[in-house]
């Protein structure tokens, strides 16, 4: 195995929606999670000084992940599509001198092969290909090109939940039914996420399960959270149900608020959430 000690067990530890709003809202309700298995497969992979490691931020959105990341490694560089998440990212990272951030596709890289050591990305690839896709051309791509800009032995740490995690795992997109399935249809199944990984050269190493949330505690401590139009702008799923649907829906919330039924409902959440985690993150290593 690459990392020593773990095992290969599972361990517990197409843009649909208008991200140029939505940047504008993102960040009132988004947290970094999971810096630790970042930064622990990094070290245990190339077994270097974090600070030598030169880290790209695929799909990096309003540059969370590339602000944490550039107190911990040498250099990071992020990638987003989307002007306005871009331009976020840009405000965020201006004065650490470590950071740049550039427009880009993921799935067609704009820099030259074997220059990074690490390629982070996280919650990103269900945006690439279409909900009824099968062989996932966009997915595909990525993962051939996150491999063509690693250095020999450079490790890929990519985040994700699967259907199951995003069906019964967050209490705040399961409110609204159509929004957490419509999610759902569009996350691939970890299995396969692996096997195109592996199909692009990677060598893969173990799987986290991790039970942190990307919402901010103070978002999933407000039971009213649904409710609130600029707290759902943080959340992509809420693109994907008519306005009769989410107002449906929303209604139902309102109901249970008020009869007590919503601390059950946020309670049996939580204990999936406990029970299969709320995100997975693969680890691969290009060989």
Same mark, same amino acid.
């Given at each position: =195995?690459? +990392?020593?000690?773990?095992?290969?067990?599972?361990?517990?530890?197409?843009? =649909? !929606?208008?991200?140029?709003?939505?940047?504008?809202? =993102?960040?009132?309700?988004?947290?970094? =999670?999971?810096?630790?298995?970042?930064?622990?497969?990094?070290?245990?992979?190339?077994?270097?000084?974090?600070? !030598?490691?030169?880290?790209?931020?695929?799909?990096c959105?309003?540059?969370?992940?590339?602000a944490?990341?550039?107190?911990?490694?040498?250099?990071?560089?992020?990638? #987003?599509?989307?002007?306005?998440?871009?331009?976020?990212?840009?405000?965020?990272?201006?004065?650490?001198?470590?950071?740049?951030?550039?427009?880009?596709?993921?799935?067609?890289?704009?820099?030259?092969?074997?220059?990074?050591?690490?390629?982070?990305?996280?919650?990103?690839?269900?945006?690439? #290909?279409?909900? #009824?896709?099968?062989?996932?051309?966009?997915?595909?791509?990525?993962?051939?090109?996150?491999?063509?800009?690693?250095?020999?032995?450079?490790?890929?740490i990519?985040?994700?939940?699967?259907?199951?995690?995003?069906?019964?795992?967050? +209490?705040?997109?399961?409110?609204?039914?159509p929004?957490?399935?419509?999610?759902?249809?569009?996350?691939?199944p970890?299995?396969?996420?692996?096997?195109?990984?592996?199909?692009?050269?990677?060598?893969?190493?173990?799987?986290?399960?991790?039970?942190?949330?990307?919402?901010?505690?103070?978002?999933?401590?407000?039971?009213?959270?649904?409710?609130?139009?600029?707290?759902? *702008?943080? *959340?992509?799923?809420?693109?994907?149900?008519?306005?009769?649907?989410?107002?449906?829906?929303?209604?139902?919330?309102?109901?249970?608020?008020?009869?007590?039924?919503?601390?059950?409902?946020?309670?049996?959440?939580? !204990?999936?959430?406990?029970?299969?985690?709320?995100?997975?993150?693969l680890?691969?290593?290009?060989?």
């Amino acid at each position: =195995y690459l +990392w020593p000690g773990l095992a290969r067990d599972q361990l517990m530890a197409q843009e =649909y !929606e208008n991200y140029s709003q939505t940047s504008q809202d =993102y960040d009132s309700a988004r947290v970094t =999670y999971g810096l630790e298995v970042i930064t622990g497969a990094l070290c245990c992979a190339l077994r270097r000084p974090l600070k !030598e490691l030169h880290i790209l931020d695929a799909g990096c959105g309003t540059g969370n992940f590339t602000a944490a990341l550039s107190g911990l490694v040498g250099k990071v560089t992020g990638v #987003d599509l989307n002007e306005g998440m871009r331009r976020k990212a840009l405000e965020k990272t201006a004065h650490l001198e470590n950071v740049e951030v550039k427009e880009g596709d993921v799935t067609n890289l704009s820099f030259p092969s074997n220059l990074f050591d690490g390629v982070v990305i996280n919650q990103v690839i269900h945006h690439l #290909d279409e909900p #009824d896709s099968t062989d996932h051309p966009n997915v595909r791509k990525f993962m051939s090109e996150a491999h063509r800009v690693l250095k020999p032995g450079g490790v890929l740490i990519l985040n994700t939940s699967s259907p199951e995690q995003v069906r019964k795992s967050l +209490w705040f997109i399961a409110v609204v039914p159509p929004a957490a399935e419509g999610l759902a249809k569009r996350m691939l199944p970890i299995e396969k996420s692996e096997g195109f990984m592996s199909q692009a050269g990677f060598k893969l190493g173990p799987v986290f399960i991790l039970p942190q949330s990307p919402h901010s505690p103070n978002l999933l401590q407000d039971k009213r959270a649904p409710l609130i139009a600029e707290l759902r *702008n943080t *959340n992509s799923s809420f693109s994907l149900v008519t306005p009769e649907q989410l107002k449906e829906h929303l209604d139902i919330w309102r109901q249970k608020l008020e009869d007590g039924s919503a601390d059950q409902f946020i309670a049996e959440c939580e !204990e999936n959430r406990k029970r299969i985690g709320l995100t997975t993150t693969l680890i691969g290593q290009k060989q």
